[in-house]
């Protein structure tokens, strides 16, 4: 895991145009079954995959706080969302809130989060190569296989499973 987190984003940058290429295909033509492949590839990763190994989503990159993650965690900490608001988000420039920093402050030192079960609903789907019409997600992806060991494997595979 270290192996490929040390050079994933030379990686990334190699196969950029590659999958940007791909990925401008796909969206002019999604195979049928497109979502239930991207249901195996990302299964069959993620049982290799151990997030707790890497987490670099969470060292580098904050996830978008709706307003029901908000009230779900100010909630479990007893706090009044305004609170937890003013505590631990910003506004960014898309006008989404977002932590005040990373890594994520809810990381502890062995790679756990400590929000786990009322974590943001982007943390819980992430890195979203199992979510249905993969193909609108493209520039998302593209940015995760940068972050993301298992999304740059997933992609990978999927160059191999469906050639465009």
């Not at 910003?90 to 786990?116: A, G, H, Q």
Request: glycine content about 0%; charged content about 35%; proline content about 5%.
């Amino acid at each position: 895991m270290k192996q490929i987190l040390n050079n994933l984003n030379k990686l990334a940058k190699d196969k950029h145009i590659e999958n940007k290429k791909y990925f401008d295909k796909l969206k002019k033509k999604q195979p049928k079954n497109l979502d239930y492949i991207m249901q195996d590839l990302h299964d069959a990763e993620f049982k290799r995959t151990d997030c707790l190994q890497c987490a670099n989503c969470c060292k580098t990159t904050g996830p978008l706080f709706t307003l029901a993650d908000i009230e779900r965690i100010s909630k479990s900490f007893r706090q009044k969302p305004q609170q937890f608001i003013e505590q631990y988000l910003r506004i960014d420039e898309d006008k989404d809130y977002v932590l005040k920093s990373v890594p994520c402050t809810f990381l502890d030192s062995e790679n756990y989060c400590m929000i786990y079960d009322v974590r943001p609903k982007a943390c819980r789907e992430f890195p979203h190569t199992d979510r249905k019409k993969f193909y609108q997600i493209a520039d998302l992806t593209l940015k995760n296989v940068a972050i993301c060991p298992a999304a740059y494997n997933i992609v990978e595979e999927m160059k191999k499973k469906l050639p465009l």
